[in-house]
């Protein structure tokens, strides 16, 4: 909603702090319950919006760019700590434009922002997803001298996170109808990724959403199944 072109980040600890507060109004109006998690992707990976969701009273779970702070915590990783996973069906690597169906995945503790003041810096967990990165060579029959692989991490402050995929997928299944057995990126188009505004008529607040939208009854059977009607209602 920002005028022409600006970082993603810009204006995003005002942002992040306007949506708290808004909705630790509808929590004192009953109307909504429960713990808050901030999810962001690496373009808000950052000491203003992280900060601003944990002044706020959410937890935060970010994905994290591969900076030097990153990569030292990984490599410190023990390698008896990682956990393999076995994918019941192929996941499509972007990247690499190739189906992985293995990969392994890890945890250490993490302090993010370290460079600056004791204060400011922000204690956590780092979960890390690493697969085989791919090897001509290996694939042609020649081995290897050690394995490589390619690292996809995020930052948390609760005790157990769910990875934006799997809370993608929980969401198509709740909204049923094209939903049920849609990709990520579908879900992720359709009903996340919407334009709404927020206003306050009657001490009431309102979330105002596109006119003559195509997945308008989907998006309300998501919404009445996570969220309980307000107390008296």
Known sequence: ?????????????????????????????????GRVLCRFDSAFYGHA???AALAGGAEVSA????????KRAIAGIPEKAWETIEYTDAVFDET??????????????????????????????LVVRRIPDLNRKASDGQPTLFDTHRHHAFFTTVDAAVTA???TRAAGILAAGPFGKARTG??????????????????????HLPEAWPWKTDWE???????????GA
């Open 1 to 33: 909603m920002r005028k022409g072109a600006a970082n993603s980040a810009r204006g995003a600890k005002r942002l992040i702090t306007d949506a708290l507060s808004t909705l630790k109004r509808l929590q004192a109006g009953g109307q909504s319950r």
């Open 49 to 51: 919006a992280v900060s």
């Open 63 to 70: 994905t994290v760019r591969m900076d030097p702070a990153v």
């Open 96 to 125: 690499t434009n190739t189906w992985v169906s293995r990969a392994e995945v890890a945890e250490t503790r993490f302090t993010a922002f370290s460079s600056r003041k004791k204060t400011e810096q922000i204690t956590g967990r």
């Open 165 to 167: 995929y799997n809370l």
């Open 186 to 207: 579908t879900i992720r188009r359709k009903l996340i990724h919407v334009p709404a505004r927020i206003a306050t008529s009657a001490r009431r607040i309102r979330l």
């Open 221 to 231: 059977e998501l919404f009445t199944i996570v969220h309980a009607p307000p107390e």
